[in-house]
């Protein structure tokens, strides 16, 4: 059951109110848009949540309200996440922004007259860390369909290989994996885990390369050129690598482009396949 306390804790007592009634536990995430209802996502399906009194409409003093609430926490890390278009708080639930953006030198610095919030709840999932022990036997690339669970997937591997006394490199580029507050991992990788944050793929596996003397680096949703040829310099240095990529089948990687000149480097030896049903099963490169 997620710790749903820090997302109450930044809320107006309207919205407490409102979520209380609909069941809170089963959350996935609360959408809040300026001059429309709020909606939450359950079981994955999105639905209005009535609010109590009112016009039962998102206002902007609303957002500004709870990304005031939020940023508090850390206000440096929370600048320089919003540049992103994020926030993380306690319980590593992550708020999406979406406003008017500001931009000097061509880079956004931060973002203003805000629009809509996307509150995601975080949850520990545990996997039975036997069958990925078994599975993980060198270099692997986790692959499947969006919203399939890949990040939650690649979670479970890291602490699996922690558990069992593998050190492991963690580049948490866009703070999905440990989702770190004030430097502190809020969702559980292990004990010998070594997590590098707000850095680029590229940057941190250097980073992680140079400086900890892992066994397998770990990195989410590889999206550029720059992450293949990353990876690449860590195969040559003995480190074992953690990935995920959106593709639902080995056929699919071989037909995009990028995934394409990935397979071909030979870097990984095995595929976890995930399906929509989150079920997983492994192949062959």
């Given at each position: 059951?997620?710790?749903l ?5 930044i ?13 809170g536990?089963?959350?996935?995430e609360l959408?809040?848009r300026?001059?429309?209802?709020p909606?939450?996502?359950m ?6 949540l ?7 409409l998102?206002t902007?003093?609303?957002l500004?309200h709870i990304?005031?609430?939020a940023?508090q ?6 600048n ?7 926030v993380t ?10 406003g008017?953006?500001?931009v ?6 931060s ?6 919030l ?6 520990q ?6 069958p ?6 060198g270099?692997?690339?986790?692959a ?8 939650t ?13 593998q050190r492991?490199?963690v ?5 999905e ?5 004030r430097?502190v ?5 292990g ?15 250097l980073?992680l ?5 892992v066994?397998w680096?770990a ?11 990353a ?7 003995g480190?074992?690598l ?6 639902s ?17 030979c870097?990984?030896?095995?595929l976890l396949?995930?399906?929509p049903?989150k079920r997983?099963?492994t192949?062959?490169?």
């Open positions: 059951m997620p710790n306390q820090p997302i109450y804790e809320l107006p007592p309207a919205y407490r109110r409102a979520l209380a009634l609909s069941g536990n089963a959350l996935e959408r809040l300026a001059g429309h209802a909606t939450v996502v079981c994955g399906k999105e639905e209005n009535p609010l109590p009194g009112g016009s039962g998102v902007q003093a609303d500004e990304l005031l609430a940023t926490q850390s206000s440096y890390a929370a320089e996440t919003l540049k992103e278009g994020f708080i306690s319980g590593g639930h992550r708020i999406g922004v979406c008017t953006a500001v000097q030198s061509g880079r956004v610095v973002m203003k007259e805000v629009s809509s996307a509150i995601r709840v975080a949850r999932v545990a996997f039975a860390p036997g990925l022990l078994t599975a993980l036997t270099s692997t690339l986790i499947g369909p969006p919203g399939c669970g890949k990040t997937l690649l979670r479970g591997c890291i602490a699996a290989l922690s558990g069992a006394g492991v490199g580049v948490d580029e866009r703070g994996l440990a989702a770190c507050v430097g991992p809020q969702l559980d990788l004990s010998r885990t070594d997590v590098v944050c707000g850095l680029s793929k590229q940057d941190g596996i980073l390369l140079r400086a900890m003397n066994h680096i990195v989410d949703e590889i999206t550029a050129p720059g992450d293949l040829e990876m690449r310099n860590t195969s040559y240095c480190v074992n953690l990935a995920t990529a959106h593709a089948s080995k056929d699919e990687l071989y037909r995009r482009p990028l995934y394409k000149s990935l397979m071909e480097m870097l990984f030896g095995r396949i995930l399906t049903d997983w099963h192949e062959g490169v």
